[in-house]
């Protein structure tokens, strides 16, 4: 999750996943997708909160569960 501020309009903008792509109204156009952040004038932007750590996993994904087989899954000969 990352929350930028535009200095111009002062709204705060938040992305809470990887595909959340925020923008604010005024002629800056402060945007914020994911990690990404973006404007007309970076100088005009403030970062506020950085994104969180994650596991080697990566954002959104989860473990694997391990593969159990069934009955019906094997064909007997």
């Known amino acids: 999750m ?3 501020r535009c ?3 002062n709204t705060t903008l ?7 792509f925020q923008i604010c109204t005024c002629d800056n156009q402060t945007y914020v997708k994911g ?6 004038d970076l100088k005009q ?6 994104p969180k750590d994650t ?4 954002i959104g994904k989860e473990e694997q569960r391990k593969r159990t087989t069934k009955l019906s899954d ?3 000969k």
């Open 35 to 40: 990690d990404v952040i973006g404007g007309r």
């Open 14 to 20: 938040t992305s809470r996943h990887a595909y959340d």
């Open 45 to 50: 932007i403030i970062q506020i909160g950085q």
């Open 2 to 4: 990352l929350t930028v």
């Open 55 to 58: 596991d080697k996993l990566g």
């Open 74 to 76: 094997v064909q007997i």
């Open 7 to 9: 200095k111009r309009c």
